[in-house]
């Protein structure tokens, strides 16, 4: 499944972690000035300084008037090194001295993107309260902040994106929605937060899929649930002809099952293979 696959295989905010490590070691050892103000991969003295989570360091590199924006080889700018580990104080820092909420890597993705993906709230908080838009999209896979927050699970990320006016109903390449990011992940808390704000739990995306489908593919009964108390259409169907009970039934997911059961969802339903959830419940334990 192309939506499930492309989210389930992110690599790059994980990846991205060895640079900041690394300089935060070099940092320990240096005074502020004692950086080339760019060095050859494009990394500056105040890139180093957010890192290590020194706002001292970093206050006098402003005062000093050293370039906000100045992005590494990598597109990575100092204010996206002080938010991938929750430097608050380098952040708020960089901000209040102007630094672009909106800068985004070569990848496409802005500081709220790193800060969103990791839970830190507060710098979230302090960017979506400096304009970082909430709505940016990223380049390679159009995900959003709030997908991004979805799907690692980071709720209360989720809650500010929502109080700040993120979309829900902004889809991705393969036209999957935050709520769907949630609902395939299991984060239970997210999907409550997300259906508060009475986002449209039957969208569809390229594959067929809906976000009740994804909860009952991976077994995440809580979900499930969740989406039946808002009256979530138990009857569509993806590319193979499988709803939501047909997928949960395949994939063993015995609350799933249950769940939808108790819905009154038709047993019937015959999918491209000649199979329904009927047919296949008889050799089962249910």
Request: hydrophobic content about 45%; charged content about 15%.
């Amino acid at each position: 499944m192309g939506g499930a696959h492309a989210f389930h295989s992110r690599k790059e905010d994980q990846s991205e972690r060895t640079p900041t490590l690394h300089m935060a070691s070099k940092c320990q050892q240096k005074k502020p000035f004692e950086f080339p103000n760019v060095a050859s991969d494009g990394l500056t003295a105040l890139m180093f300084a957010t890192a290590s989570g020194d706002s001292i360091r970093v206050k006098a590199l402003i005062e000093a008037q050293f370039a906000l924006n100045t992005a590494s080889n990598e597109g990575w700018t100092a204010l996206m090194y002080a938010v991938i580990d929750g430097q608050y104080q380098c952040a708020l820092a960089l901000l209040t001295a102007g630094c672009d909420a909106n800068q985004a890597s070569n990848k496409g993705w802005t500081a709220l993107m790193f800060a969103v993906s990791h839970g830190h709230v507060a710098c979230t908080h302090a960017l979506l309260q400096n304009r970082a838009d909430p709505n940016v999209v990223e380049s390679e896979h159009a995900w959003t902040p709030l997908m991004i927050a979805a799907h690692h699970g980071q709720n209360l990320c989720v809650r500010a994106l929502l109080k700040f006016g993120s979309d829900t109903r902004m889809v991705d390449s393969m036209h999957w929605t935050a709520l769907m990011a949630a609902s395939f992940n299991g984060h239970d808390a997210c999907v409550r937060s997300l259906l508060e704000e009475a986002v449209d739990p039957n969208m569809v995306d390229m594959d067929g899929y809906t976000a009740l489908m994804l909860s009952g593919l991976r077994g995440h009964d809580g979900c499930v649930r969740l989406l039946l108390e808002v009256a979530s259409d138990t009857s569509p169907k993806n590319l193979h002809g499988n709803d939501a009970l047909l997928l949960s039934v395949l994939y063993g997911h015995n609350e799933c099952v249950l769940a939808l059961l108790e819905t009154r969802v038709s047993s019937h339903t015959r999918n491209i293979f000649g199979q329904t959830a009927a047919s296949l419940l008889s050799f089962g334990d249910f």
